[in-house]
């Protein structure tokens, strides 16, 4: 049997797996107007972060999410979680938009860049969907010395951290990469082996990691 060293490219750390983080994150307004909406829209952990940093009142309103992780961060920081996609797909959470929340002024907090463009997918339904970026990624540098050794398992939590590991390092065949979902495994090279986790958490993608070696 091969041994496989295990490479977590999440922010979070997470124990026995090796650390090694492909993004930072830092806010991009120093405001944030609620005014116009009635229910909020989240995506991501650090969407709810930064907007608790601009304007603690996002509390006061329901919210619409991406992801048991991203739920369990609203309720953590005080807020309501109205509906939550166990799918990763922005697709998922746009069509229950259509079918549940079509009426409702909802505002997207969001990252300057995203993977799905739910706003220009509803208005093609004629639902408008008010946006506002809040935070942006960007990715860690690293010497060519910090590339994973060969034959490690990789887990990939973004489309941000596949983009970002490729900026820093070639890929190695003998790698196999985990990824969270779908939409992060589109964003994989050509032809290289991969697993995608039963479930879009971290530990899930932790326990596949381990099914693989």
């Given at each position: 049997?091969?041994?496989?060293?295990?490479?977590?490219?999440?922010?979070?750390?997470k124990a026995n797996t090796i650390y090694l983080p492909m993004i930072d994150f830092s806010i991009v307004n120093t405001e944030l107007d609620l005014s116009q909406c009635d229910t909020l829209m989240f995506t991501s952990k650090q969407a709810v972060k930064s907007a608790d940093v601009l304007n603690s009142e996002w509390k006061e309103y329901p919210s619409l999410a991406i992801g048991t992780a991203t739920a369990r961060q609203i309720e953590n920081l005080g807020g309501k979680v109205e509906y939550c996609s166990t799918s990763f797909y922005g697709a998922s959470l746009s069509q229950e938009i259509i079918n549940r929340f079509k009426n409702r002024n909802i505002l997207?907090?969001?990252?300057?860049?995203?993977?799905?463009?739910?706003?220009?997918?509803?208005?093609?339904?004629?639902?408008?969907?008010?946006?506002?970026?809040i935070y942006q990624t960007h990715c860690v540098t690293y010497p060519k010395e910090a590339k994973p050794q060969h034959n490690a398992i990789i887990i990939f939590t973004s489309p941000s951290t596949i983009h970002c590991f490729l900026k820093n390092?070639?890929?190695?065949?003998?790698?196999?990469?985990?990824?969270?979902?779908?939409?992060?495994?589109?964003?994989?090279p050509k032809n290289i082996q991969?697993?995608?986790?039963?479930?879009?958490?971290i530990d899930a993608c932790i326990k596949k990691a381990y099914?693989?070696?």
């Open positions: 049997m091969i041994k496989r060293a295990i490479y977590l490219l999440s922010p979070v750390h997207y907090l969001r990252p300057k860049e995203i993977s799905f463009d739910s706003k220009r997918y509803l208005a093609q339904k004629g639902i408008i969907l008010q946006e506002k970026v390092f070639s890929w190695d065949m003998s790698y196999i990469a985990i990824v969270i979902g779908e939409s992060t495994k589109a964003h994989l991969y697993e995608v986790a039963d479930e879009p958490t099914q693989t070696l």
